[in-house]
């Protein structure tokens, strides 16, 4: 990845100039995706002005890398195989993702008119996922990204009521806004536990949908909520440095509900969840086990992030140079604060990951009572690849601690 240490942005194309293929050798414009000249206004900064840029590495490398999440996440194999084949550039990125995200809503619809309820709900779903792989790094696109992010909460809308296990829309008041959250009961659990999912830099409530799906399977409900900088809560508010807040706002939420039991609530945190959910158990008694799906013990690192890395940081943030965000995250520490969490704790962490996995160690050594580990040396971020055995360790986890 190279950074351009531009304070400019590159100029992107206006709506005139983008042609998509249609696979058989001629060219047709993209309907209903307004692909707008970079600028930051709108969403990477809610004070205004402009976000440097850097520029991203090859649009199918950046896919081919993350082929594990995707998967895991609940992306088809095969439309994967073919949004691959539409991608040639970044400006084909989101047509290609929201080309299949349509088919998905199209099918759903077919099914649903048809009376097969789960199947066009596993549809909708699907298509939200897509919806947001194709806005998730369009961070000098921000009315795209809004278009995108639009179409991603309507259409797995679409589907959430449609499941034995129906997802809610819910919302809890936190400094002077609605943060927006998914609450799924176990249909025929009375009283569940609930376990609050709390996702990272690009991890939304949305795709949290095929881990909350291994929970419902053992009675344990689920709150995945978009926290300041994070999914639709970004549009409102970006990046806080004391996140815990908001995950206590969501607990004083949850103990408003007469379904579940709040006094078996856990957390799972994901990629930079791994420092918000672990930070939110040192100071809250009421989490009754944590779940660490990654670790991010400090952001010691970000002094070297480029390209999308830099760019996510910087647009969560509303810091305009990677020097501001440098200084924005330069607090951010788990130490002092590990041993202070009394709960049970799991994590997992591949050898691979950008996030080095000696931070990772350094938390468990840390804590007070230890950690049940599930490491693999030659596994990457999230251990996505894994996602298969880590994933419902994860769920069994809360299962036997909640």
């Not at 298509?127 to 947001?132: A, D, F």
């Not at 961070?139 to 995108?148: A, F, G």
């Not at 965000?325 to 969490?341: D, P």
Request: hydrophobic fraction near 40%; include cysteine.
């Amino acid at each position: 990845m190279r950074d351009e240490q531009a304070s400019q942005m590159k100029p992107g194309k206006g709506p005139a100039s983008i042609a998509r293929g249609n696979g058989h050798g001629s060219k047709k414009t993209m309907p209903r995706l307004a692909f707008v000249r970079p600028n930051c206004s709108s969403l990477c900064h809610i004070r205004g002005s402009e976000m440097q840029y850097f520029e991203y590495p090859p649009a199918r490398q950046v896919l081919d890398d993350s082929v594990d999440r995707y998967l895991a996440d609940g992306v088809h194999y095969r439309d994967l195989l073919k949004i691959r084949e539409r991608i040639t550039s970044w400006d084909d990125w989101p047509h290609a993702w929201a080309h299949f995200a349509r088919e998905a809503e199209q099918r759903g619809d077919a099914l649903l008119g048809a009376g097969h309820k789960l199947t066009a709900a596993a549809n909708f779903v699907r298509s939200s996922i897509y919806y947001h792989f194709a806005q998730y790094f369009q961070h000098y696109h921000p009315e795209l990204k809004r278009e995108l992010h639009g179409h991603k909460n309507r259409v797995f809308m679409r589907g959430a009521h449609l499941l034995n296990s129906p997802v809610q829309r819910v919302v809890f008041p936190f400094r002077g806004i609605q943060i927006a959250g998914h609450l799924r009961l176990p249909a025929g659990v009375t009283n569940p536990p609930v376990a609050i999912c709390v996702g990272g830099a690009d991890t939304t409530k949305e795709d949290y949908f095929t881990f909350t799906d291994l929970c419902i399977e053992r009675g344990i409900a689920t709150f995945a909520f978009d926290g300041p900088g994070q999914g639709e809560t970004a549009f409102e508010m970006l990046l806080i440095q004391d996140f815990e807040a908001c995950i206590a706002a969501a607990i004083d939420y949850l103990e408003t509900r007469e379904e579940i039991d709040a006094n078996r609530i856990g957390i799972v945190g994901r990629s930079m969840g791994g420092y918000f959910a672990p930070k939110a158990a040192s100071v809250e008694p009421r989490l009754k086990a944590l779940a660490c799906w990654g670790v991010m013990y400090d952001r010691e690192d970000m002094p070297t992030k480029t390209g999308i890395y830099a760019a996510t940081g910087l647009a969560m943030s509303g810091t305009e140079t990677l020097a501001e965000a440098v200084e924005f995250f330069k607090s951010w520490t788990l130490e002092g604060h590990v041993q202070n969490i009394k709960c049970p704790v799991f994590v997992t962490h591949g050898g691979l990951d950008s996030l080095p996995i000696e931070k990772a160690n350094r938390f468990v050594r840390e804590l007070a009572n230890g950690a049940e580990v599930m490491n693999w040396d030659d596994s990457g971020h999230c251990c996505h690849d894994r996602s298969h055995i880590m994933r419902p360790a994860i769920a069994d986890f809360l299962k036997k601690h909640l």
